[in-house]
């Protein structure tokens, strides 16, 4: 019914960059909250940059300076711009938003399939 499709990922050498985009489509009303996770061998999923509705955006410490976490709600989209990558962002990255859906008459939690990125020193 609403699906979150990422693309972006990709293999690159430290310091490199890359664009992360997701993309929301189906049946929503409205789009809330949307974020970026990052998930690790070995490791927790971990919230990595959000954005409200409203353009507020939180990211976390580690990522601070080096990613920037923008949206385009016209689009339902979400873009992660990733700059002086280090091997230690290698993971998967999953793409997240709050979704209100009139067939549930409330917000939904979605997650999509997530894209690989890999930094190599």
């Known amino acids: 019914q609403v699906q979150l499709v990422e693309s972006g990922g990709g293999l690159v050498q430290a310091g490199g960059s890359l664009r992360l985009s997701c993309a929301a489509s189906?049946?929503?009303?409205?789009?809330?909250?949307m974020g970026w996770y990052r998930q690790a061998p070995g490791k927790q999923r971990e919230l990595v940059a959000s954005?409200?509705?409203?353009?507020?955006?939180n990211c976390v410490d580690s990522v601070k300076g080096r990613f920037t976490i923008s949206r385009d709600n016209a689009k339902n989209t979400v873009y992660l711009q990733m700059n002086n990558l280090k091997p230690e962002d290698t993971a998967v990255y999953y793409c997240?938003?709050?979704?209100?859906?009139?067939?549930?008459?409330?917000?939904?939690?979605?997650w999509g399939k997530g894209t690989l990125v890999t930094v190599s020193s």
């Open positions: 189906g049946s929503i009303f409205s789009v809330n909250t």
């Open positions: 954005i409200t509705s409203g353009g507020s955006t």
């Open positions: 997240n938003a709050d979704v209100f859906t009139p067939f549930f008459d409330g917000m939904v939690d979605y």
